[in-house]
């Protein structure tokens, strides 16, 4: 299977370090306004100190709407500019490779080259629903 | 770097792992000369990453994973320096400005309510961490109400430390012993009535028991101290509440009573009329064998922080009144002798000397004659120096054996109950010899 920025992942080691499979409900931080930048790794797109490092190619997901929250109510005001909402998605194995690491609620994601990732995630309130 | 005079290289610091990670980290634990810190992305602004750096000890962190306390306060309360670090994207150190939490900018800040629950999995350095802590947390939690016992020697030779056979075999295993014993008689005192079935009443008990016992929280060396507490956390598994509430009481209740400093009269009223005599006795004799054994000291505070006082019963009646001295009633074996006359037949040329005793073979008697020559005399010790043959009698009337005999007309008699009739004759002797050493 053929990720975004392939290419870039290649170079890397190892990476991504594993694969989960299976289907799964997954939580993102989002933008008030989803766009596709929502779903863009930006900080390895802008810095250069991330460039060897893996999980920063994928895109941070959390196992529950909850995790997620207590995410964003540990964000500084100033980052939270960019991450104000929560966006629920259902992650089958052919949407990309995805893995939990060191924290059981949090997952990285590495979309699958063509995936519509906009269709793919809903903005959800509260209840996670 | 820009016009400062700080410098500080982050590279330098060990990362020990990403707490808070969105893409990239946001909140990470760092290592640096065994000092923790926490390194907080604030913002992102042009090409710049500005972080808090936050000095913290082990024990926030733990706070801070667990839900116990928000990033906020922590930031907030935190009364070491901090550090606001600015930093290009190649990850090179621009500027560093050292503040304090309360002048941290609003917009560096995270919400009020900045709670987090963190699960870590096994290959995470905060799995053993977490557990640590809260196996650690729960002991310091029993630490804080526990009360304490030293065990010293009162010998000087030791200065006051104690023998371990000591400490296990007359101080820990008595106390162990009394509590128990309490624990019995305090639980049946109190369900005895609720619960009349003795036999589920006995079985609750015994599957309460391991759970009742004090814990050992604290410990020091020399004289030996202890910290006990009273386990209430794991007590929330009893589902009786009212056994419940009981099981968490007992222990003070036995601090109270039993290892009381002073015994004062309200205490003593209130173990009398708690608990029968030989409740008491199992209760009480273990300790009184402690605090009344000169070779020991007993002592008791409240807590870590309290003196120490002494367990001593100054007013003895105090320990007569809670254990009083059993009247035992001394049976004394009545014998009854009698005297058995028998013939026997040896076979010269057997080694064996046995002599089979049948019924047939003797017969018994009240009375019998006996001769005491100048050479029973001198096997007793006592010298004559000229032959004698006194006729003597061995008389038996039911448990008591005489001896008796008449020379030079006067008569002389020894009796005795154990029926030893070596001493009987030993005893005679010695009275007929007396006489001749007088008369002579």
């Known amino acids: 299977m053929e990720l975004k920025y392939q290419k870039e992942i290649s170079t890397i080691e190892n990476c991504p370090i594993e694969n989960l499979s299976g289907e799964k409900i997954l939580f993102r931080c989002v933008e008030e306004s989803m766009t596709e930048n929502s779903f863009l790794p930006n900080a390895v797109l802008l810095k250069p100190k991330f460039e060897k490092e893996c999980l920063a190619w994928g895109l941070s997901l959390f196992s529950s709407y909850d995790s997620a929250k207590q995410v964003l109510q540990n964000l500084s005001k100033s980052k939270k500019v960019n991450y104000s909402k929560i966006a629920r998605t259902n992650l089958t194995d052919n949407d990309g490779i995805k893995h939990c690491s060191k924290n059981k609620s949090h997952y990285t994601f590495y979309p699958q080259k063509n995936l519509d990732l906009l269709t793919k995630f809903v903005i959800v309130e509260e209840n996670g629903k | 770097m820009e016009n400062n005079n700080i410098h500080l290289d982050i590279n330098q610091f060990e990362k020990i792992e990403d707490i808070i990670y969105l893409d990239e980290p946001i909140l990470s ?61 190649q990850g090179n150190t621009l500027n560093i400005q050292v503040t304090q939490g309360i002048y941290i900018d609003e917009n560096y800040l995270p919400d009020v309510d900045s709670f987090l629950e963190y699960f870590p999995t096994d290959k995470s350095y905060y799995y053993e961490f977490i557990n640590s802590y809260k196996a650690n947390s729960y002991t310091l939690s029993l630490r804080e109400h526990a009360f304490y016992l030293k065990f010293s020697s009162t010998s000087s030779k030791y200065a006051d430390t104690i023998g371990l056979n000591e400490l296990t075999n007359e101080l820990l295993v008595n106390l162990s012993d009394s509590f128990e014993n309490f624990l019995k008689a305090d639980f049946f005192q109190r369900f005895k009535k609720i619960k009349p079935n003795t036999n589920k009443l006995q079985k609750i008990f015994k599957k309460l028991l391991p759970d009742l016992d004090f814990r050992m929280v604290d410990l020091k060396f020399g004289s030996f101290e202890v910290g006990l507490a009273i386990d209430h956390i794991m007590k929330s598994s009893i589902e009786d509440n009212d056994i419940k509430d009981w099981s968490i009481e007992v222990g003070n209740k036995y601090k109270k009573l039993v290892l009381d400093d002073d015994y004062d009269e309200a205490t003593v009223e209130e173990i009398i009329s708690n608990y029968d005599e030989e409740e008491r006795r199992k209760i009480f004799t273990p300790i009184f064998a402690i605090t009344e054994n000169p070779n020991f000291n007993l002592e008791v505070k409240e807590s870590k922080k309290s003196n120490y006082s002494i367990v001593k019963i100054r007013d003895k009646k105090v320990i007569e009144k809670i254990i009083p001295t059993k009247i035992e009633v001394l049976k004394t074996e009545k014998k009854d002798f009698e005297i058995v006359q028998f013939t026997t037949v040896l076979d010269k040329n057997l080694s064996s000397k046995t002599i089979k005793l049948e019924n047939t073979l003797f017969n018994s008697t009240n009375s019998t004659d006996v001769v005491l020559t100048d050479k029973d005399f001198e096997k007793f010790g006592f010298s004559l120096k000229k032959e004698v043959s006194i006729s003597a009698q061995i008389s038996t009337n039911k448990d008591t054996v005489s001896l008796s005999a008449k020379f030079n007309g006067e008569v002389f008699e020894v009796n005795d ?6 001493e009987l004759t030993k005893k005679l002797i010695s009275k007929i010899h007396e006489y001749i050493l007088n008369t002579e």
């Open chain 2, 417 to 422: 109950h154990t029926g030893k009739i070596e």
């Open chain 2, 29 to 89: 634990h760092l290592k640096y000369n065994g000092k923790d810190f926490l390194l907080y992305l604030v913002d992102t602004k042009e090409l710049y990453d500005y972080f808090l750096l936050i000095e913290i000890d082990e024990a926030t962190i733990f706070e801070y994973l667990t839900n116990q306390i928000s990033l906020f306060n922590l930031i907030k309360e935190n009364k070491n320096f901090q550090y606001l670090i600015k930093q290009d994207f």
